[in-house]
């Protein structure tokens, strides 16, 4: 118990003496706002008005924090330094308003990095929190170790990364890349130009044009709209593409590929699912090969009337592993087929050509069925 008291009298010492410091300084549009903290705490900076940073400091870290202020025709530093082993329960803040149009580079230690309305180069570093953006514009580099990272009307061009946390975004457009190595990766009514990766979660791209890969090593992968073609890839789920235009690639180690419509050319390729894709548009034009591949599941292929193809079909079981219904091909395009017995492998065939055969229709399976389908 007297532990627990004195544990209670030294944070109410601590909070009692806490500190706040504040300046402000004449600056010009396009200048840079630079913030170093060794010592951590939370960044919060706001674009308003011109000609003017203030800038806001609560702590109580008592007189081992220094806050070093440095003015030059570049703009404003402001370093941030303390005892290497200053103690847990410190607690530090900074509140900062600078003009519309300017740049800043922020790092800290282990705090959480806010920006909103704010336009330039905008540079945020954390070692141990969450990173919010709202209403900026410009090139961006933000990066945490160890937080999530939500982007909320936002645009321009850079990258996004954390080692540790989810990345959501709704309504971000420009050329990015989104990198999580332990996380979700959700994406809500944006248009992107780049790459969306994560190590370990899912990817759902709502309402959201994308233009770039977008791969996971451990989840499901759901696009909703990808005019300029999609590429993508998983190694432990499913994919679903809604709508493509020039090309469809999905990749997955361990689960079902649906594509509900590209009009362009397909790959899709699962070790272990079924694959359903639908081409759509103009059969006459563009490239409109498709190549659907599994090692164990069904394919069912839908094209539009009047595509000219060279049909390659393959599917073989195993008859002492089959319990259910033996796979077959069916097409409603004319094709001959065939059945070839080794063993206790039974492998069917099916192949012919429409119209000039100039694109390679190639379905492969291992344990399902193939369906080639008219629509």
């Known amino acids: ?201 899912n990817i759902v791209c709502k309402n959201t044009e994308i233009n770039g890969e977008v791969k996971t090593s451990g989840g499901n992968i759901t696009v909703d709209k990808a005019p300029q073609g999609i590429s993508v890839a998983t190694s432990g789920g499913n994919i679903q593409i809604n709508s493509a235009n020039t090309f469809a690639v999905a990749k997955t180690s361990g689960g079902n590929i649906t594509i509900i419509e590209v009009d362009g050319w397909i790959t899709a390729h699962t070790s272990g699912g079924n694959v359903t894709a639908r081409m759509v548009g103009d059969p006459s034009t563009g490239k409109r090969d498709v190549e659907l591949l599994s090692s164990g599941g069904t394919l069912t292929l839908t094209v539009p009337e009047g595509l000219g193809m060279n049909i390659e079909i393959e599917t073989n079981y195993n008859t002492r592993n089959n319990w259910g219904k033996e796979p077959e091909i069916k097409s409603d395009f004319e094709i001959s087929t065939r059945k070839e017995d080794k063993g206790n492998m039974i492998h069917l065939y099916g192949s012919g050509q429409v119209g000039d055969g100039k694109n390679t229709i190639r379905l492969k399976t291992t344990g399902g069925s193939v369906y080639l389908k008219k629509g």
């Open 1 to 201: 118990m007297k532990k627990f008291y004195l544990l209670l009298l030294l944070l109410i010492h601590s909070y009692a003496y806490s500190q706040e410091i504040q300046r402000e300084f004449s600056v010009n549009t396009g200048q840079l706002f630079k913030l170093q903290s060794t010592i951590g705490g939370s960044i919060s900076v706001k674009g308003e008005g011109q000609g003017k940073i203030r800038v806001a400091i609560t702590h109580n870290g008592g007189d081992e924090f220094k806050f070093d202020f440095q003015e030059s025709a570049q703009g404003i530093t402001l370093l941030a330094t303390g005892p290497k082993n200053w103690r847990e329960n410190t607690k530090i803040d900074f509140q900062v308003t600078v003009p519309e149009n300017f740049n800043l580079d922020l790092s800290t230690s282990g705090g959480n990095i806010e920006l909103q309305n704010i336009k330039g180069n905008l540079n945020g570093r954390t070692s141990g929190g969450n990173l919010v953006v709202n209403q900026t514009e410009g090139a961006h580099s933000l990066k945490t170790s160890g937080g999530n990272i939500a982007i909320h009307s936002s645009s321009g061009e850079g990258s996004v990364s954390t080692s540790g946390g989810n990345i959501a975004v709704n309504t971000l457009s420009g050329k990015f890349s989104l990198l999580t190595s332990g996380g979700n990766i959700v994406l809500e009514s944006s248009k992107l130009e780049g790459d969306v990766r994560t190590s370990g979660g």
